[in-house]
């Protein structure tokens, strides 16, 4: 059983910067890959970033590349998520997920409740 608990929300306009944090406990968080997924009003829920157990290996999707960075700090059991140059299209429920297995492939074994993150000006 993995809890992970999302912080570092709020509100900006466009331009800003966000850190989004994930902080996680239950489990050994070492060996969970991890990564963020966000989801719009009227929205499927979609895939941001991922990070592997060792950070050896990350991924972003398309419409993020080069404007976020997602890290990881075992030693405190948190993950971030650094959002740069955010877009209004950035507005949405950001989750935090854990993968069990140490890679992001396949279906999320734990979920975050969420934190709204809103660009607008």
């Known amino acids: 059983q993995v809890q992970l608990v999302e912080s570092g929300g709020g509100l900006v306009q466009p331009g800003e910067s966000l850190r989004l944090a994930c902080a996680v406990s239950?489990?050994?968080?070492?060996?969970?890959?991890m990564g963020w997924f966000r989801q719009a009003p009227g929205n499927e829920r979609e895939f941001v970033s991922g990070?592997?157990?060792?950070?050896?290996?990350?991924d972003y999707a398309d419409s993020v590349k080069e404007r976020f960075t997602i890290s990881r700090d075992n030693a405190k059991n948190t993950v971030y998520l650094q959002m740069n140059s955010l877009k209004p299209e950035d507005t949405a429920v950001y989750f935090c997920a854990a993968w069990y297995s140490g890679s992001y492939h396949g279906p999320v074994d734990s979920w975050g409740q969420g934190t709204q993150v809103t660009v607008s000006s």
């Open positions: 990070i592997s157990w060792n950070s050896g290996s990350t």
């Open positions: 239950g489990r050994t968080f070492s060996r969970n890959a």
